[in-house]
């Protein structure tokens, strides 16, 4: 059941509606009813959509006729009848579980308003616990027994060679610079991730998942150690055996929690270990990440929609540890008119080329400080340089940070504008219940053009949104 308001600001409201609608599946069918309360139109003869009671039916195609699924459907939508027809492709592993759609449908005539055919394409990425599913992965057997006759069993494999064949299924997945070892009765992996985008933790979970599954019983605990650019920020060490627990049981995991021991920096003495190979995996030389850039209006006098879109390519190659070359090149891909020069709407246009070009460094200085540094050109053709540095409050999860660039001085530019810099202190309570997830933050910045003032961001995190 959903109830649901469409078009409620903006110049663009045809379609102002209020509704209340219900869906029901049964089996392959599907039943939707509705009904909803439109403005009037302002051409006589004709209805707006949602404005009345509306419905549809929706029928799946069994599977196995053709990859993906298709659907059927044939709808009111209270102003003109439609049908037509949907496919959606099997979830992509290339694409982290995306599918693709195609979608055709056909209103029909009715009075003042004539019959079309339209079409639309779709992607649709899972976000969440769905991202697993749409995989469609399966679990690893369990049982030996499953497993090829020519495999040794596992009981017979020496440790180097469940070693080795961790290190090569964490290297099939996409991570770089892997050196596993041995430390006592702890196993050691060290891993560098570019993978797996959406949240570190994602990294960190699927190298403890496979490597506790690997070790034999006698080793006691995994230590992660994760590095960016060639250099530790993070080691987690938690019990293997409370790992597998919590793979295999779920739920909130107190053994887990109680082993679970983590460190910002360097928490390993990398000397200590027993390593498989000193040398580690491969590691990409040229890493490369586009990104849009959406400037845009929607709904003025002027237009619907007025927009400047750009992509931003940034490329990165590491060269010693802590420091890497970062290129962003900017290309303009689609203006709107009145985004054009002499437009309405100029100032959304979005410059191009060489946006920057700077050699970033990172030191950790001990566990609880981090500086970093860059040296360039900034702002497509201002030379400076920039900094920040962060210190992690001991005991705390609190955060103070120090910002700060100076670009050379370009015309128009105010007497000491090159001058930015920034000023806060991050407070992450230890709330229980709904306020958990909670951050304050509270500084003081001072900008390009010279102004300076104080600020106060709040931010509520639910998982990783």
Do not use: C
Not at 6 to 24: C, K, L, P, S
Not at 141 to 158: K, L, Q
Not at 380 to 404: I, N, S, T, W
């Amino acid at each position: 059941m959903a109830l649901g308001v469409n078009d409620i600001a903006g110049g663009a409201t045809m379609f102002r509606a209020a509704y209340g609608v219900i869906t029901q599946p049964w089996g392959p069918w599907s039943v939707t009813l509705g009904v909803g309360k439109g403005r009037e139109t302002p051409l006589p003869g004709t209805r707006q959509p949602l404005d009345g009671v509306f419905g549809g039916v929706d029928y799946r195609l069994p599977a196995g006729l053709l990859p993906g699924s298709l659907t059927l459907s044939a709808e009111h939508d209270a102003r003109q009848a439609l049908a037509g027809a949907r496919w959606t492709s099997p979830a992509l592993p290339a694409l982290a579980g995306a599918r693709f759609s195609v979608t055709a449908h056909r209103t029909f005539e009715r009075g003042a308003m004539p019959g079309r055919t339209a079409m639309g394409f779709f992607l649709t990425l899972p976000f969440g616990e769905h991202v697993a599913a749409a995989g469609g992965t399966e679990a690893a057997p369990s049982s030996a027994a499953t497993a090829p006759a020519t495999a040794p069993s596992p009981a017979a494999e020496s440790e180097p060679a469940r070693l080795g064949r961790l290190q090569a299924a964490l290297v099939a997945l996409g991570l770089e610079r892997v050196r596993v070892g041995q430390m006592a009765r702890d196993w050691v992996v060290e891993y560098q991730n570019h993978r797996y985008g959406r949240h570190e933790l994602d990294a960190a979970g699927l190298v403890l998942g496979m490597a506790a599954q690997a070790a034999p019983p006698e080793v006691e605990r995994i230590v992660l150690s994760a590095l960016k650019a060639g250099q530790p920020v993070m080691t987690l060490s938690v019990s293997a055996q409370a790992w597998r627990d919590f793979v295999r049981d779920g739920g909130a995991g107190g053994a887990l929690q109680a082993s679970l021991q983590v460190q910002r920096g360097r928490g390993l003495d990398a000397r200590l270990v027993d390593w498989l190979s000193d040398t580690p995996g491969p590691a990409t030389l040229l890493q490369l990440r586009m990104t849009p850039h959406l400037a845009y209006t929607v709904g003025t006098e002027l237009g619907a929609f007025d927009h400047s879109l750009a992509l931003r390519v940034a490329a990165t190659v590491p060269l010693w540890q802590g420091a890497q070359v970062v290129a962003n090149v900017q290309q303009r891909v689609s203006v709107s008119e009145q985004a054009q020069p002499g437009g309405a709407f100029a100032s959304l246009r979005q410059p191009q080329g060489l946006q920057a070009l700077a050699l970033h460094q990172t030191l950790w200085l001990g566990q609880h400080a981090v500086v970093g540094g860059a040296v360039g050109v900034f702002e497509y053709d201002a030379q400076g340089m920039e900094g920040e540095a962060l210190l992690f409050v001991p005991g705390r999860d609190d955060v103070v940070r120090l910002r700060g660039r100076q670009l050379e001085r370009r015309p128009g530019m105010p007497v000491g504008g090159q001058l930015q810099q920034w000023a806060s202190y991050r407070w992450v309570p230890k709330f229980d219940g709904w306020a958990r997830g909670t951050w304050v933050e509270a500084g003081w910045q001072r900008y390009a053009d010279k102004s300076t003032g104080p600020m106060l961001t709040l931010s509520r995190w639910w998982g990783d949104f």
